[in-house]
């Protein structure tokens, strides 16, 4: 099955600040999808990343505040912009490997101060 | 509404003191139910793919079972080392999106 290597694995950011996670994928892939896991929940799906078209975004979440580039098969980002607390969570990147199921990487826990 | 419900939240069981954990989903035309173990800090970690009822899969001291309503997640003999976060989620015939259930928190003790 796929590595997905996702960086940074943790950080810890000023309110109002942004910051980017990475995703780098061992194959290629046509869908990544990007979640977020807030503490003792499940998770949640933010958007949908195709490359070469706009990412798809879930009720709830806006380009805005969660922009995402796709600039090959194989690499994805994720921004959260203008950061407040309530943005404290995991996040995971994500992709669909068929029979192996979907194939996360290992999260970035995002502490907003 | 697809929904997907676990139960319990939390299972505390001595080492070797076998049990299951329930998945309940409803969803227009299931795809598939998957589960995951996740532990903490770390992303989901894929263990089964189910596809149709009837159907079971194992692996070491895990065995997945599907019904039209209901998956559960039997673990035999359990070692401390399988405590973790046992997460189920479903696919829909009609599109990818997963559903995910909130997790079972499983504790083993020594």
């Known amino acids: 099955s796929a590595v997905i290597s996702q960086k940074p694995s943790r950080d810890i950011c000023q309110r109002g600040t942004s910051l980017t996670i990475q995703c780098q994928v061992d194959?290629?892939?046509?869908?990544m999808f990007w979640y977020r896991q807030q503490p003792g929940q499940s998770l949640t799906l933010i958007a949908t990343?195709?490359?070469?078209?706009?990412?798809?975004?879930e009720s709830g979440f806006v380009i805005d505040k969660f922009p995402i580039s796709r600039p090959n098969l194989t690499f994805s980002t994720l921004t959260v912009s203008n950061m407040s607390p309530e943005d404290s969570s995991i996040y995971l990147c994500?992709?669909?490997?068929?029979?192996?199921?979907?194939?996360f990487g290992s999260g970035t826990r995002l502490t907003v101060v | 509404e697809d929904q997907v419900t676990q139960s319990p939240e939390a299972l505390r069981l001595q080492e070797g003191e076998s049990s299951s954990l329930n998945c309940s989903y409803t969803?227009?035309?299931?795809?598939?139910l998957f589960w995951y173990r996740q532990d903490p800090g770390k992303g989901p970690e894929f263990l089964f793919t189910?596809?149709?009822?009837?159907e079971e899969k194992e692996k070491e001291r895990l065995k997945a079972t599907l019904t039209k309503k209901e998956s559960f997640l039997h673990i035999t003999a359990p070692k401390p080392e399988d405590s973790a976060t046992y997460l189920c989620?479903?696919?829909?015939?009609?599109?990818?999106?997963?559903?995910w259930g909130a997790g079972t928190k499983l504790i083993i003790k020594p």
């Open positions: 994500s992709v669909d490997q068929a029979s192996y199921g979907y194939t």
């Open positions: 969803v227009s035309g299931l795809r598939g």
């Open positions: 989620a479903v696919q829909a015939s009609s599109n990818y999106q997963l559903i």
């Open positions: 990343a195709n490359q070469g078209s706009e990412a798809t975004y």
């Open positions: 194959s290629q892939v046509t869908m």
């Open positions: 189910l596809y149709s009822a009837g």
